[in-house]
Nanobody, 123 residues
Framework: QVQLVESGGGLVQAGGSLRLSCAASGRIFRTYDMAWFRQALGKEREFVSVITWSGGSTYYTDSVKGRFTISRDNAKNTVYLQMNSLKSEDTAVYYC????????????????WGQGTQVTVSS
């Protein structure tokens, strides 16, 4: 079992930055690929980024490439999402997820989910 708790969301102006954190419980955290998804109001949940269990590989959806950076600290059981140059279209609830599928980009590939943290970007 893995329990995930996100933090770091908030209100920021366009062009600003936020860093999201996802703290995981469970000793097997370091065996899971970790991903961030987001869901804007009235829209389906979409993939944002994923990092392999070792941290050696990452992947991003096109709309955030060059602006967002995913990282993890297995000693702290935490995964991060550094978000720079935020745009109004980044406004959403952000979820972290854990799964064993290699670099998965679909929700069903992840077994464990956090409760989400709201990110609001004002223009």
């Amino acid at each position: 079992q893995v329990q995930l708790v996100e933090s770091g969301g908030g209100l920021v102006q366009a062009g600003g930055s936020l860093r999201l954190s996802c703290a995981a419980s469970g000793r097997i955290f370091r065996t899971y690929d970790m991903a961030w998804f987001r869901q804007a109001l009235g829209k389906e949940r979409e993939f944002v980024s994923v990092i392999t269990w070792s941290g050696g590989s990452t992947y991003y959806t096109d709309s955030v490439k060059g602006r967002f950076t995913i990282s993890r600290d297995n000693a702290k059981n935490t995964v991060y999402l550094q978000m720079n140059s935020l745009k109004s279209e980044d406004t959403a609830v952000y979820y972290c997820a854990a799964g064993t599928y290699h670099l998965g980009t679909y929700s069903h590939q992840y077994a464990y989910w956090g409760q989400g943290t709201q990110v609001t970007v004002s223009s």
